[in-house]
């Protein structure tokens, strides 16, 4: 087995459908969304809500992927710039949208493109992600779902959210 194979494997492992996938979830749902035009999704059961338009506080020396604050009914929310935390580099701006994840204890809103709509997907249909797949480093994938006229990819919140590049 390759070091990208297992590297591929232990990201696998921790992944959230790949843990409702071996409790014997027959299909995965997906909240989707659009960035640069690329379709992506995260495990329904990840998102807590969708903003539509939000005030965000800058905070100064924060890291680059780091648009600021939002204040979430009186809870602190980190907002990421998920094109620069995947190493989007086209940095077309429109109306944002925020999709509020959780993952364990950490609570945080991802700025998108577009909202799309939620996918039901066969739990086997999920497929690793090539090393290739939109330029991202493929621990930020879960995996990918081919769909009629796109693909559908995956991320892992879990290492996308400890991942620091």
Do not use: W
């Not at 480093?137 to 990819?153: C, N, Q, S, T, W």
């Amino acid at each position: 087995m390759s070091a990208s194979e297992q590297n591929h494997q232990a990201a696998q492992q921790e992944s959230f459908s790949f843990r409702a996938m071996r409790k014997g979830a027959k299909s995965l749902q997906f909240a989707t969304f659009y960035l640069d035009g690329e379709l992506f999704g995260i495990n329904i059961l990840q998102v807590q809500e969708i903003l539509m338009q939000t005030k965000i506080t800058v905070v100064p020396l924060a890291p680059a992927f780091v648009l600021g604050l939002i204040s979430l009914r009186g809870q602190i929310v980190t907002a990421i710039n998920l094109k620069s935390k995947l190493g989007i580099t086209n940095a077309s701006q429109g109306d944002s949208k925020y999709i509020v994840i959780k993952t364990g204890h950490t609570i945080a809103s991802m700025q998108v493109d577009e909202i799309g709509e939620v996918l039901e997907i066969p739990a086997e249909g999920l497929e690793p992600p090539s090393e290739s797949i939109k330029g991202i480093d493929i621990r930020m994938l879960e995996g990918v779902y081919p769909l009629k006229h796109e693909i559908l990819a995956v991320l892992n919140i879990e290492n996308l959210m400890h991942y620091n590049g």
